[in-house]
């Protein structure tokens, strides 16, 4: 994709020839975010026509209780140290952001009073300051005002590394103002051409300074409201177990008018995801679970029930295979997979493009992960006329055997191909879990027709996601020769995420494997696109840099994009529950309801 | 006695410290890591994870750690919760009661079951009571507790709809609704649990009976035309209970082993859950607590069954 051509997509957008939820998605086909093109969109002076999020209730309260059930309880309320999706979504019930992203990847304000644009004055033209504008009459949950002064501790908060927060980067080198009592302009150290990460979506979510400021850095861990929210969300804090159960009450002063819906609200945790799947889908003692990681084949009968639908939104949790680009048999200055060495088979091109085509993606996915799973050779997932022109996937034996023996890769007496001394044998690791067994025994049966011999290996989740320095198995050392697992992207900006491709992200001993570019693939066109996108304002300019790096990963082969894998969420049939791959389950909780 | 029971306390000490130092030893040998959560979020760069480990000591050598741990541990500062940041003794006093209730109820339901069932039998032995008995204990302590509780959740709650299968901890009834919702959701895993128990004492109950029951004194008892009901309860019973009273102290400790898995199953917020959630997490300081609490427990019953027996058996005396 050229600059021109994104550009006459931009122009039919704005002409109306182009619907906008086309382009977004295909921008998402080429490997972008939906936050991004959205943002793209707004940067080109299109505003969001965003329909309203439907709502169904017509006063406050009133709707009895809301059960959700989670499988993995939130174990704190603290929305700046939660590290995973459990811990955001607990504390988006109590906690708002100033904006929240729909699943098209729309801006939609909650504290705030308007999104900021250029067209508004919100974005100053050097790409370094956005002006928010606050919504007025918001109260905490205790009755105090919700004022710009909360948004200046929230970023000082989390920006101060002696809090500890996991939010800690993106507001460390920010800069936030108080321009009168109810806008606040953010000043980034440089021009930042995603102005919209902090602030927003589940890293944004605002704290009440009054609550929150004697306990700011090293005394954070103390705070009791780290388990006691005062937020200004739809649901007020009744009652907290750490692991086990949250329960909530309708904030009767909410600052959106007839919300919330419910009179309470249950969060049930722990437990297993099948049982949780049935106590929505079978019993109905819940009405929504999340994050159901249990085989399709089974949900399809839950399904059948009746008393539930399933929702399986496409985010961008992509299952791929990784193919060493480092040698991790033989060590070069005492490190195994050594950033200096070359991988004896993988450093052909051929090789891998065979390895590619010996994957049958469509047959998987029909006969493993059903809805679970959808084939992609892109780095997102998408409908098939917007899929990436630049990629594609292919499942074909007899043309990986030809490609292989073109390239001079010949069978041996038994049957496995060699060069030279250099024999086509890979162990192939992953972590333990049915269908990615399943999955590795067709990928090696398709290899062994093509004369290539797979050693299956499968470690413990514990071990392989561990991140345990003394450990040699974990996927970040990589010392086998193919490694599969699902990296996510829920962040809406695909800066950090594309970052894991560039050399200085390399895992390597130096760095104790704490880096992200765990297949050491090193490219310079790359390294020089990313520093190029770092710091381009043009928005446009920016998508096709991103578009490039897409092609240039999924082009070389070292990364094999396997399948999306949306995250199935049960949901009563009679409640509304309007949800977003792009932020929490729950953060639009106050448009919630239950049809009578 | 009392210099008996200091002596015996005493020695627990050193045991004590043999468990924690094995403990820690193990869990810091194991994999994993309690901010393994951040590091699969691409989102969050790694530095953030690397200086939440320097600032709670996971960098530190094992011995460092150990000692760190004990000194705490000794003043009573039972560290706290790598994941959740909440003191570890607040995460066990809230979830104790729960798993008390649970555990204490389910083991008086394994008594009510197993005695008379176990003394009937044996008084009756290879009676077709005593058969149909024995044969569904067999099967009864054959069946682990993951295998009934998933199955009485498939049939009560699922196939017949008549009890919840998610416990809670907090129920929003009150008065007599309270009652009735918490007998719905509580007898499910206090039957699991129960049920499994009473099996095996039942056998064991049987087998100690019948082991009196032969012994000239009853025979004695019965000549003098005692009505059988009285030789049973007052002779028989009494003398046989004896060694089953120290198998049921030495077995609490296995119960709650028990109510771990149990309490997985049914959602029940207990101690049992909070240890297996705090082990997926590797958050070591919640499973050293939790599994150092478990060790004092096995210490702590097999003293008072020590002390039990000498109460019932005027014959053994503690020196």
């Known amino acids: 994709m050229q600059e021109t051509e994104l550009r006459n997509l931009i122009e039919e957008v704005r002409e109306g020839t182009l619907p906008r939820r086309n382009f977004i998605q295909h921008m998402v086909g080429l490997g972008l975010t939906a936050p991004m093109a959205s943002m793209l969109l707004m940067h080109e002076g299109i505003a969001q026509t965003v329909p309203p999020i439907p709502y169904k209730g017509t006063k406050r309260g009133g709707g009895g209780v809301l059960k959700l059930i989670w499988w993995q309880g939130a174990v704190h309320l603290n929305p700046h140290f939660a590290g995973g999706t459990k811990e955001q979504d607990a504390t988006r019930i109590f906690y708002e952001p100033l904006a929240g992203w729909d699943t098209d990847g729309n801006l939609i304000p909650v504290l705030a009073s308007e999104i900021p644009s250029r067209a508004n004055g919100g974005v100053g033209a050097d790409g370094r300051t956005v002006t928010w504008k606050l919504k007025r009459g918001v109260t905490w949950h205790d009755g105090k005002p919700f004022t710009a002064d909360d948004v200046l501790f929230t970023a000082a908060y989390a920006g101060d590394p002696a809090t500890s927060t996991v939010t800690v980067a993106t507001y460390k080198d920010l800069k936030v103002e108080k321009v009168d009592s109810h806008t606040v302009r953010i000043t980034y150290p440089k021009a930042t051409p995603f102005w919209a990460e902090a602030l927003t979506g589940s890293f944004g979510t605002i704290l009440p300074k009054h609550v929150f400021e004697p306990f700011i850095g090293a005394k954070s861990r103390e705070n009791p409201a780290n388990v006691k929210p005062v937020g200004t969300g739809p649901y007020k804090f009744v009652d907290f177990k750490p692991g086990d159960m949250i329960r909530a009450e309708a904030n009767m002063t909410y600052h959106v008018a007839n919300q919330p819906f419910f009179d309470t609200l249950e969060l049930k945790g722990g437990g297993d995801a099948l049982s949780a799947a049935r106590a929505v889908m079978q019993t109905g003692e819940f009405d929504y679970a999340w994050n159901l990681a249990v085989e399709d084949e089974i949900l399809k009968r839950l399904e059948a029930g009746g008393k539930a639908r399933l929702a399986f939104l496409v985010g961008s949790d992509i299952e791929f295979l990784s193919l060493n680009v480092t040698d991790p048999w033989n060590e070069v200055d005492g490190e195994r997979a050594s950033a200096k060495s070359k991988h004896p088979a993988f450093s052909d091109k051929a090789v891998r493009e065979a390895m590619s085509m010996l994957v049958d993606r469509k047959g998987i996915q029909d006969f493993i992960y059903g809805r679970g799973g959808i084939a992609t050779s892109n780095f997102l997932n998408n409908p098939p006329r917007f899929r990436s022109p630049n990629t594609k996937f292919e499942f074909n034996i007899d043309k990986a055997n030809q490609m292989l023996e073109t390239a001079g890769w010949r069978r041996g007496a038994d049957g496995i191909r060699a060069k030279g001394n250099v024999k086509l044998k890979f162990v192939y690791q992953t972590s333990v879990s049915q269908p990615r067994q399943k999955c590795q025994a067709i990928i090696k049966d398709a290899c062994t027709k093509a004369g290539i011999d797979l050693e299956l290996k499968s470690i413990t989740a514990a071990v392989f996601f561990g991140s345990d320095v003394a450990n040699p198995d974990t996927y970040q050392k990589f010392w086998a020769d193919m490694q599969m697992f699902t990296t996510t992207m829920t962040q809406p900006d695909p800066q950090i995420f594309m970052e894991q491709w560039t050399t200085d992200q390399i895992s390597q001993k130096a760095n104790k494997w704490s880096s992200r570019n765990l297949v050491r693939w090193s490219n310079a066109e790359y390294d020089a696109t990313f520093a190029a996108a770092q710091v381009e304002f043009d928005a446009v300019k920016r998508a096709v840099m991103f578009i490039k790096m897409n092609d240039l990963v999924v082009n070389d082969f070292h990364v094999i994009p396997l399948f999306a894998r949306p995250r199935p969420r049960a949901t009563a049939l009679k409640l509304n529950a309007p949800l977003s791959a792009w932020d929490n389950d729950t953060w639009a909780l106050g448009f919630w309801s239950r049809d009578a | ?319």
């Open chain 2, 1 to 319: 006695m009392f210099s008996y029971v200091f002596r015996r306390l005493l020695i627990a000490l050193p045991s004590l410290l043999g468990i924690s130092l094995i403990l820690f030893t193990v869990l810091a040998l194991a994999p994993g890591d309690p901010f393994e959560e951040l590091a699969q979020n691409p989102n969050v760069p790694a530095e953030v994870r690397l200086a939440l480990r320097a600032q709670f000591g996971l960098d530190d050598p094992i011995w460092q750690r150990y000692f760190h741990w004990f000194a705490n541990m000794v003043r009573g500062d039972w560290g706290f919760s790598f994941v959740s940041r909440i003191n570890v003794d607040t995460l066990i006093w809230q979830r104790l009661p729960v798993t008390i209730a649970v555990i204490g109820l389910s083991q008086v339901l394994a008594l009510l079951v197993a005695l008379p069932v176990g003394v009937l039998a044996a008084v009756r032995p290879y009676s077709w009571f005593d058969r149909i008995a024995s044969s569904v204990a067999f099967v009864g302590f054959s069946l682990p507790t993951f295998f009934t509780g998933v199955l009485f959740i498939l049939f009560f709650s699922i196939y017949l709809g008549w009890l919840p299968f998610v416990y809670r901890a907090d129920l929003s009834e009150t008065g007599w609704a309270w009652w009735v919702a918490q007998f719905k959701q509580s007898i499910m895993p206090i039957a699991v649990l129960g049920l499994f128990q009473a099996a095996s004492w039942m056998r064991y109950v049987r087998s100690s009976v019948l082991d009196v029951i032969r012994l000239d004194y009853v025979t004695t008892a019965r000549s003098k035309g005692l009505a059988e009901r009285v030789v049973v309860t007052k002779h028989v019973v009494r003398n046989a209970l004896i060694p089953v009273v120290t198998l049921v102290a030495l077995q609490m400790p296995a119960v709650f082993g028990g109510a771990i898995v149990t309490e997985q199953i049914f959602r029940i917020p207990g101690i049992g859950s909070l240890l297996i959630d705090a082990i997926l997490r590797n958050d070591t300081p919640v499973i050293m607590a939790v599994t150092f609490v478990f060790a004092s427990l096995v210490i702590l019953f097999n003293l008072i069954a020590d002390i039990l027996y000498g109460w019932l058996d005027p014959r053994i005396s503690y020196r």
